[in-house]
């Protein structure tokens, strides 16, 4: 059929008009356009970027930062992938069906609300990091195509009072990730899978939200955030092999 791959669902290439009548919408907008903007913004000069993790084409850098006493480094990563396109790539990483499949920090994820085609709103538990407590999350994410050509994921904690915080077994923590992505292909060609790069910029930033042990959290850090990149991006390229390529 025409909908191998279910065409409809992938990311829309303008925004869905019931997100942009949601209350959530100007936060949702804002916070957005200033993470696709920063995200592909170098890591030189002064802000003092270091890299700690590098294979083959993907460069991990961050900057230690504690705020009261917890550690939130900010975390910045770029990477290039081949056959794959940023479209595709968004697809994955925003649609929770394929979650489980390369997410390996999940315990439990739960959809709070549907905004729209391209904005949820996410309840997420993770696996527990011995010694601290185990911890949770509320986010929204959206999904987006920006005029630059960029295609963009953001996610960002909120608040929803059906889901309280720091009442169970868990402490709530922060979050603001985006996985923004640009494809290129030589001038003159139409886009393969055999010409098309996907160039990735990843950015995160956790606040922990109450006590965790400072060198056991930069040592997961360092170990998780490479081997989610590597794994998600393998994921999508071995996802996309046999479909037609989605621009
Ligand atoms: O961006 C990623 N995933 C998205 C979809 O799930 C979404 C998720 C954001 C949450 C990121 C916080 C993850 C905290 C995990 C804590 C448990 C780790 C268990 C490790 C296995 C034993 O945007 C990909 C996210 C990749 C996350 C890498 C791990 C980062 C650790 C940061 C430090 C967490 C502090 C926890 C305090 C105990």
Same mark, same amino acid.
């Given at each position: 059929?025409?909908? %191998?791959?279910d065409q409809v669902e ?25 993470? +696709? ?47 794959? %396109? ?63 050509? %960029? ?42 899978r055999n010409n098309i ?7 995160? %930033? ?38 037609? +390529?989605?621009?």
């Amino acid at each position: 059929s025409v909908h %191998t791959r279910d065409q409809v669902e992938l990311p829309p290439p303008a925004i869905d008009n019931r997100l942009t009548v949601h209350t959530l919408w100007s936060e949702i907008d804002r916070i957005s356009s200033e993470q +696709i903007q920063a995200a592909f913004e170098g890591v030189g000069g002064e802000i003092g970027w270091q890299l700690f993790a590098e294979e083959g084409d993907m460069r991990m850098y961050r900057r230690e930062m504690e705020v009261d006493g917890m550690v939130t480094d900010p975390l910045k990563a770029m990477h290039k992938v081949r056959g794959v %396109t940023a479209r595709e790539m968004c697809h994955y990483f925003f649609n929770p069906r394929y979650r489980y499949e390369w997410e390996t920090t999940l315990e439990t994820m739960t959809i709070v609300e549907e905004i729209s085609s391209d904005a949820l709103v996410f309840h997420q538990t993770f696996k527990r990091i011995w010694p601290a407590s185990q911890r949770d999350a509320l986010f929204w994410s959206h999904v987006r195509h920006s005029s630059t050509g %960029t295609y963009a994921v953001t996610n960002h904690s909120t608040t929803n009072v059906d889901y309280p915080s720091n009442t169970g077994a868990c402490i709530r923590l922060f979050v603001t990730v985006c996985l923004a992505c640009r494809t290129t292909y030589p001038a003159g060609e139409q886009p393969t899978r055999n010409n098309i790069t996907t160039d990735i910029a990843y950015c995160s %930033t956790v606040n922990p939200g109450g006590w965790a042990p400072a060198g056991v959290l930069r040592a997961v850090y360092k170990r998780e955030y490479p081997k989610f990149l590597k794994r998600f991006t393998n994921y999508v390229v071995e996802q996309c092999r046999d479909k037609p +390529i989605a621009i």
